[in-house]
T-cell receptor, first 113, second 112 residues
Framework: DAGITQSPRYKITETGRQVTLMCHQT?????MFWYRQDLGHGLRLIYY???????DKGEVPDGYVVSRSKTENFPLTLESATRSQTSVYFC????????????FGPGTRLLVL | GQQLNQSPQSMFIQEGEDVSMNCTSS?????WLWYKQDPGEGPVLLIA?????ELTSNGRLTAQFGITRKDSFLNISASIPSDVGIYFC????????????FGKGITLSVRP
């Protein structure tokens, strides 16, 4: 019944630290996505994955790294956090192409000091 | 690149009123999606449109796929307080059917 979950829900870190945001889905969806949401910019795609071990860049990939060793998990890592990466991060998943519904997680609110 | 334009950024209406919002682009889209984001949560799909001219309803919500394929409209009738939130339009990027691009969203406030 869990669907798509993200952890942590809230995170405070310092500039230069490595941070990993977790995303887990229980549907075995092929596609998974990471977005960031900032005031005035809406939702912007960071990275996405079409299947395990297949990832590709979105609109704003710089400063982020992803991996997908298992279908159900899609972690997002900020290798050296910067203040400009303060944002709300949403993970999403979808079974197949656009005709399928894309489901979003509840978000992770990240503050970089 | 392809952009989806939503304006105004915020709308304020009285409970019981109808409200209409639109989404435009200079590019053609073959699919239009409308999402709603409640405060503190992730976006949820409201309506999906796949054919030019298509009119689809979901309760008090009605959305239309514009004939030119460059716009879409969402109407909410008889608004209630729980309609508060951010409404996004979205569509697949040209040549990259697996990825969605989103408008910046319209924040709707409903006065009781």
């Amino acid at each position: 019944d869990a669907g798509i979950t993200q952890s942590p829900r809230y995170k405070i870190t310092e500039t230069g630290r490595q941070v990993t945001l977790m995303c887990h889905q229980t549907w075995s969806h092929s596609y998974m996505f990471w977005y960031r949401q900032d005031l005035g910019h809406g939702l912007r795609l960071i990275y996405y994955s079409a299947a395990a071990d297949i990832t590709d860049k979105g609109e704003v990939p710089d400063g982020y790294v992803v991996s997908r060793s298992k279908t159900e998990n899609f972690p997002l890592t900020l290798e050296s956090a910067t203040r400009s990466q303060t944002s709300v991060y949403f993970c999403a998943s979808r079974a197949g192409q656009i005709q399928e519904t894309q489901y979003f997680g509840p978000g992770t609110r990240l503050l970089v000091l | 690149g392809q952009q989806l334009n939503q304006s105004p950024q915020s709308m304020f209406i009285q409970e019981g009123e109808d409200v209409s919002m639109n989404c435009t682009s200079s590019s053609i889209f073959n699919t239009w999606l409308w999402y709603k984001q409640d405060p503190g949560e992730g976006p949820v799909l409201l309506i999906a449109l796949y054919k030019a001219g298509e009119l689809t309803s979901n309760g008090r919500l009605t959305a239309q796929f514009g004939i030119t394929r460059k716009d879409s409209f969402l109407n909410i009738s008889a608004s209630i307080p729980s309609d508060v939130g951010i409404y996004f339009c979205a569509g697949p990027l040209l040549g990259a059917n697996s990825k969605l691009t989103f408008g910046k969203g319209i924040t709707l406030s409903v006065r009781p």
